[in-house]
Nanobody
């Protein structure tokens, strides 16, 4: 069992930055691929970014490529999402998730553990 807790969300103006954190506890963290997803009101949950267990491989949705950076510190059991140049369309609840796979996957069903989410609101 892996417990995930996100933090760092908030209200920011367009063009601003936020850094989300996801702290894991419980079972092994370092052997899990991790990912960030988001869900806006009335929309399905969508993949944002993923990172392999070692951190050596990352993958981004086209909508955030060049603006967001995913990283992880296995010693601290923490994953991060640095979000720059934020846009109003980035407004959503952001979730971190852990997969039993070691390589990056963009499919929500391949993630076993989920955090409770953190709200990100970008004003225009």
């Amino acid at each position: 069992q892996v417990q995930l807790v996100e933090s760092g969300g908030g209200l920011v103006q367009a063009g601003g930055s936020l850094k989300l954190s996801c702290v894991a506890s419980g079972r092994t963290f370092s052997r899990n691929a991790m990912g960030w997803f988001r869900q806006a009101p009335g929309k399905e949950r969508e993949f944002v970014a993923g990172i392999s267990w070692s951190g050596g491989m990352t993958y981004y949705a086209d909508s955030v490529k060049g603006r967001f950076t995913i990283s992880r510190d296995n010693a601290k059991k923490t994953m991060y999402l640095q979000m720059n140049s934020l846009k109003p369309e980035d407004t959503a609840i952001y979730y971190c998730a852990a997969s039993p796979r070691v390589v990056v996957t963009i499919t929500p069903s391949e993630y076993t553990y989920w955090g409770q989410g953190t709200q990100v609101t970008v004003s225009s």
